[in-house]
């Protein structure tokens, strides 16, 4: 999850992701569980920490990180201990950074990036199993599957422009 300070000045999530199957309110409450146990954990420190952290919500291990305006947020359960946890999160801000040069991640960067983000974040974990976590392939593969939206687009238009002269004349 990528939570942050909306436009409207609402803190809420951005960018989420949940492999389990489960409803929608059920997912909204874990959001929100989620985020103030990490908000928590800043808030006593500070705010100023932008080191991962770790936390337990139920039965689940959270690994978090502050960047500017952001939290990001990694969730996991079973196999996926923390350390597996801090690779993927580690992952995500890179990629990120990458995404977002100018001024870094941030709540408007993700907002502008979001086709972008989250075709990286599907990348990256793919039905709950961690598939790539280098930023260089990532951004490479999820680059593949954007070019070609606006491919199919451009046949289309040609396809169509192709059918409307061939019934002017």
Not at 37 to 46: E, K, V
Not at 95 to 111: A, N
Not at 132 to 156: C, F, H, T, V, Y
Request: charged content about 25%; aromatic content about 4%; proline content about 4%.
């Amino acid at each position: 999850m990528i939570a942050g300070n909306a436009p409207d000045g609402i803190s809420r999530a951005l960018v989420c992701r949940h492999f389990d199957g489960s409803q929608r309110d059920v997912q909204v409450e874990w959001e929100t569980k989620m985020y103030e146990a990490a908000t928590r954990d800043l808030d006593l420190l500070g705010g100023g920490n932008e080191q991962p952290m770790v936390c337990s919500v139920g039965d689940r291990t959270v690994v978090y990180n502050k960047c500017a305006d952001l939290i990001l947020m990694v969730c996991g359960s079973g196999i996926m201990d923390e350390l597996v946890l801090l690779e993927v999160l580690n992952a995500l801000l890179s990629v990120l950074r990458l995404l977002i040069p100018k001024g870094g991640p941030s709540v408007s960067g993700v907002l502008d990036q979001y086709a972008k983000v989250v075709l990286a974040i599907d990348e990256m974990v793919c039905a709950g199993s961690i598939e790539l976590l280098d930023p260089g392939k990532i951004l490479q593969m999820s680059a593949l599957k954007w070019d070609k939206r606006p491919k199919e687009k451009e046949e289309r238009r040609a396809s169509t422009t192709d059918k409307n002269a061939s019934r002017d004349k």
